[in-house]
Structure formats: C-alpha cells, structure tokens
C-alpha cells in the first residue's frame, strides 16, 4: 500500500483546512488508517483514526471537536477546523490491516505517507 498526503498550507487561527491522503496497491483488507502529526521537537502524535470502512473513528482529545476523520473509497480526509497556532506540524497518513491494536498509536502501523505541512499564523 503506498500512501500520498495532499491539502496542506497556511491558514490562519480559526481557519480551516483539509488534508486528503490516496491509498494505491494492495487495498483488499480492511485497513486501520490515521492521521499523525509531528511538530519541531516532538514526538509523532495519533490525531484521528479510523477503518477502511468508515467505521470506528476516534480522536485525540487536542482536536476532538474540531478535526473530522472520513474515507471514501480509497481516499482518507482530515478536516481541520477552527485551527490553533499549536495545531502547526507535518501531518501524516498511516494505514495497517487492521486489528485489536487500531488506535493511535504509532508503533501500530506498518504504511506511512511522506507527510503535508500545516502552518497556523
């Protein structure tokens, strides 16, 4: 499975963004995908997360509220609203068959994107 993460840029707080991340190659299993973010001198974080089918979706509670997570065939979405200065980082499409493990945690995926940069000023 190869992931590509597109829709990044600048907004600014209170503003709006979407981020779209295509899965191409082998899609026949049910996946567990998500949405990560890193910003300068942090750790990778699990924002949102999701399945293949739509279902099971979960937050982080820095954006619970304000980011929705969806899929539509093999397309997976991040709408980011009402963005903060602190929601600036590379965000980042991950995918793994899924499992008891689906969350968000990093370890847990086994595809990632290359990552679309956010910046809130």
């Known amino acids: 499975v190869q992931l590509v993460e597109s829709g990044g840029g600048s907004a600014q707080p209170g503003g709006s963004l979407t981020l779209s991340c295509v899965a191409s190659?082998?899609?026949?299993?049910?996946?567990?995908m998500a949405w990560f973010r890193q910003s300068v001198g942090k750790e990778r974080e699990g924002v949102a997360k999701?399945?293949?089918?739509?279902?099971m979706a979960t937050y982080s509670d820095s954006v619970s509220g304000r980011f929705t997570i969806r899929v539509e065939k093999n397309t997976l979405y991040l709408q980011l609203d009402s963005l903060k200065h602190d929601d600036t980082a590379v965000y980042y499409c991950?995918?793994?068959?899924?499992?008891?493990?689906?969350?968000?945690?990093?370890?847990?995926?086994?595809?990632w994107g290359r990552g679309t940069q956010v910046t809130v000023s």
């Open positions: 190659g082998s899609w026949s299993e049910r996946y567990c």
């Open positions: 999701i399945t293949s089918l739509g279902d």
């Open positions: 991950a995918a793994a068959p899924v499992g008891a493990g689906c969350g968000l945690n990093k370890d847990y995926f086994t595809h």
